[in-house]
């Protein structure tokens, strides 16, 4: 059943106090509203609470906010718990392959999402949070949405919990020793918080450039941390692009506030901009896969597409003698979802030879941390800094 809708909004509907209602359905995620939802409060049990989770049943939160933050815990426990089928047997001893324990892996996160985003709360039409104890979100809420409109609407409270980290991220900032200064990345723009590929970059040797004008592009900037370093770097122009309004505000605010908004322009593009430059740096996804939610595009692209785009054409906005420069984990080729040799013949396909590539191991916690079902990957990762010129 398709669920009535206002403008562009969907609308989620229960039954409270024998009143048929609805509000307008908020999800960054994309999931659809629920079909069916109850009115829940401390008097659930979490095992019941789990049990409509798991069947679909969302549970509208009327009681005490921070008691509806130890309930999305306590469904968290129940849903980390090893099934049944997961327990030592004939056919579970057989190895799977990398690419198939991946799968595993995405379907079992993306069903654990489903479960938790299954306990909802209120949200009024200026933000605010109709349960006793609830934080002041308004502002997180703003930063993330935009101004409220619409009328009161419902949220996950998973959804909820993230506008308020990112806000928290937002006005923190995470500190980047390549720019002097910090970065501040906005809800739904991917957070530079792998300094490696930042290292790669900050380190490189930089082509000789051939006019007096050294300009770079940055392709796909996000938070505009790599383009704040090459300008850190010395070159005199950097234009970065990205086609995602998030990521364009974010990077002007961050450029802006590190004093480098007249020595780089930020503008809105698929890949490329207009005209070519001695420097080209690309930052695309790592993982060829489907992403589940906007913030999941700095990380999985699906059948490489970004990759390929970029790579088609980098020769035709190259200056003579100029540099692309992409940078790239090879954790791909350890979970066999692109081997090397594709990625090869993607620079050769291209009229691209590779002229030379500086290597760093990844330091997040995931290398060590040997109960993720991907550590054998994850432990065995190299980033990468390709340098491609033309042949």
Known sequence: MLSPSVGAHP?????EDGEARSAVWRSESGAPAASLVVIADEHVTADDAYGLACQGTALLWRGDFQNARQMLLALARRADRPSGKSKKSPASSISISPAEAFHRHRQAQSQRARTLGMLLVPLDEDYGIPLRRAPDVRQACEEAYGPGEGGPSVTSLR???GVIGAHE?????????????RIH?????FAPIRREYVDLVATAPLPGFRSSSSLAFDIGTGT??????????????????DRDSRALACARENLARLGLAEQVEVVQADLFPEGRAGLVVCNPPWVPARPSSPIERGIYDPESRMLRDFLGGLTAHLEPGGEGWVVLSDLAE????????ELLAAFDAAGLKV????????????????????HVARAAEVTSLWRLAVR
Do not use: F, N, Q
């Open 185 to 189: 990345p906005h809800y739904g723009v």
């Open 334 to 341: 350890h979970l066999g979802l692109r081997p090397r040799s």
């Open 224 to 241: 505009g941390v790599l383009a704040a370093v090459l300008a850190r770097r010395g070159l005199s122009r950097v234009v970065a692009t």
């Open 355 to 374: 002229v030379d590539r500086s290597d760093v191991r990844p330091k997040h916690p995931r290398v060590s941390d040997e109960t993720d079902p991907l």
């Open 11 to 15: 609308l989620v509907c229960w039954t």
């Open 159 to 161: 959804s909820v919990l």
């Open 169 to 181: 991220w937002r006005t923190k900032g995470i500190e980047i020793v390549a720019i002097g200064g």
